[in-house]
């Protein structure tokens, strides 16, 4: 995997974080390279250590001015990279890497659009919508979070083999495709990153027995 930090990457960054189209894309620097470390994958076994309990907060990348994102969602679905880095392999140019996913994926902003995409490695042509802009990723991310934990009792032991954990899991993602849809309509659709996502939450893929309970209160 080659990732590579660019000279005048704040520039466009800013750029990108604002939805503006820069004048010349960046050329990048051979000198310097680093791969991102993985993110934690999403637990499918109560024997394995349990994830921490969601709470949103925004960190800002090294070399972007402006560019913050949020550290993490709920689990392996996303985790933001310590720096952002041009996808330099890519054959679609001005793929700007912010996030990674438990598969390997990246979440990156283009730098001609300011769209957020996924692409499953840095090489893929193939981009996954998730949002329109940065702003909006922010936002879906927080009312995800906020959501949490789909009215399930953290002090609860429940059988997601129920009829009723059943139901609560579906209404659970189709309250996140709602607040989802509502923030950011035009790229919440069928086939892309949030939509999926509260598929995999109404799976009880995201179930409060997945995480570790709060320290304090929640509320």
Same mark, same amino acid.
């Given at each position: 995997?080659?990732?590579?930090?660019?000279?005048?990457?704040?520039?466009?960054?800013?750029?990108?974080?604002?939805?503006?189209?820069?004048?010349?894309?960046?050329?990048?620097?051979?000198?310097?390279?680093?791969?991102?470390?993985?993110?934690?994958?999403?637990?499918?076994?109560?024997?394995?250590?349990?994830?921490?309990?969601?709470?949103?907060?925004?960190?800002?990348?090294?070399?972007?001015?402006?560019?913050?994102?949020?550290?993490?969602?709920?689990?392996?679905?996303?985790?933001?990279?310590?720096?952002?880095?041009?996808?330099?392999?890519?054959?679609?140019?001005?793929?700007?890497?912010?996030?990674?996913? *438990? &598969? @390997?994926?990246? #979440?990156?902003?283009?730098? !001609?659009?300011?769209?957020?995409?996924?692409? %499953?490695?840095?090489?893929? /042509?193939?981009?996954?919508?998730?949002?329109?802009?940065?702003?909006?990723?922010?936002?879906?991310?927080?009312?995800?979070?906020?959501?949490?934990?789909?009215?399930?009792?953290?002090?609860?032991?429940?059988?997601?083999?129920?009829?009723?954990?059943?139901?609560?899991?579906?209404?659970?993602?189709?309250?996140?495709?709602?607040?989802?849809?509502?923030?950011?309509?035009?790229?919440?659709? *069928? &086939? @892309?990153?949030? #939509?999926?996502?509260?598929? !995999?939450?109404?799976?009880?893929?995201?179930? %409060?027995?997945?995480?570790? /309970?709060?320290?304090?209160?929640?509320?």
């Amino acid at each position: 995997m080659c990732l590579y930090r660019l000279p005048g990457m704040a520039e466009a960054l800013a750029r990108a974080a604002e939805g503006e189209r820069p004048e010349e894309d960046p050329t990048p620097e051979p000198a310097r390279r680093a791969a991102p470390p993985d993110p934690p994958g999403i637990l499918r076994s109560v024997d394995e250590d349990l994830l921490p309990w969601p709470v949103f907060d925004l960190v800002r990348l090294p070399g972007g001015a402006d560019l913050e994102v949020p550290r993490r969602i709920l689990g392996g679905e996303y985790v933001a990279l310590d720096a952002a880095y041009v996808l330099d392999r890519n054959p679609r140019a001005g793929l700007i890497a912010f996030g990674r996913d *438990a &598969g @390997g994926g990246f #979440f990156c902003v283009t730098a !001609d659009t300011g769209h957020v995409v996924y692409v %499953v490695t840095d090489t893929a /042509p193939e981009t996954v919508p998730v949002n329109t802009d940065l702003a909006r990723f922010r936002e879906c991310a927080r009312a995800v979070v906020e959501l949490f934990p789909f009215g399930e009792d953290p002090a609860a032991e429940p059988d997601d083999r129920s009829d009723g954990a059943a139901e609560a899991h579906e209404r659970a993602g189709a309250a996140v495709r709602a607040v989802t849809e509502r923030i950011d309509p035009p790229l919440v659709e *069928a &086939g @892309g990153f949030w #939509f999926d996502l509260s598929y !995999d939450i109404a799976m009880g893929d995201r179930a %409060v027995r997945w995480y570790r /309970p709060p320290a304090g209160p929640t509320g």
